[in-house]
């Protein structure tokens, strides 16, 4: 990492996601807790993101060359307001749901979730389509999943490396799609 100071790590820093996200507050400071840099965001557009699509919210407006030569091996929290750090570590990740990949893809299908997906995207202008899993949620809640099946089903998204619901089109539909469902066990009468 470079020689920067803390305070122009923070101007630098604001004034790349600060073009984006109107009113995000920064500190940057070393924590004692991991004993190492930190850049801790704090921003209510974060309010509706899992943990991973607000970390690519935030570092894919920071130039590559900027990031590599001043932010490795730093630590970054992106929090709501109010939100601690706490409660913020004990958020599930896309890591932790691998047992259950199965079980959402098969949920997808009996919602019949990416044709309605596609439905919707349809009818957004190409100009005005959200880089982000916005429409899958909103069609996912218009299925009357319970809050946390759509965590996990945007998890399962993130897990496959995709973070834009035209994404979930292309690179998750035939994954899901494809998986074999599972088979029922048939049981055989003795003797037989």
């Given at each position: 990492m470079s020689k920067k100071t803390h305070g122009q790590l923070q101007k630098d820093l604001l004034g790349y996601?600060?073009?984006?996200?109107?009113?995000?507050e920064l500190e940057?400071?070393?924590?004692?807790?991991w004993d190492r840099l930190c850049f801790t965001f704090r921003w209510k557009g974060f309010d509706d993101l899992l943990l991973e699509e607000r970390f690519r919210k935030v570092a894919r407006m920071?130039?590559?060359?900027?990031?590599?030569k001043h932010c490795q091996g730093a630590v970054w929290l992106e929090l709501t307001p109010g939100e601690s750090i706490d409660e913020y570590l004990k958020q599930p990740r896309s890591e932790d749901i691998d047992a259950a990949i199965p079980k959402i893809w098969k949920q997808l299908g009996e919602i019949e979730f990416f044709s309605r997906l596609e439905d919707e995207m349809v009818r957004i202008p190409p100009a005005e389509c959200p880089d982000d899993l916005s429409v899958s949620k909103r069609v996912?809640?218009?299925?009357n999943l319970k809050e946390g099946d759509v965590r996990e089903c945007c998890l399962a998204f993130i897990r496959q490396n995709v973070y834009t619901d035209w994404e979930v089109l292309k690179a998750v539909r035939p994954i899901a799609e494809s998986t074999p469902k599972p088979t029922r066990k048939v049981r055989s009468k003795k003797g037989k």
């Open positions: 996601v600060g073009k984006l996200c109107d009113g995000i940057v400071g070393v924590n004692p807790r920071i130039p590559g060359d900027y990031f590599e996912l809640r218009a299925s």
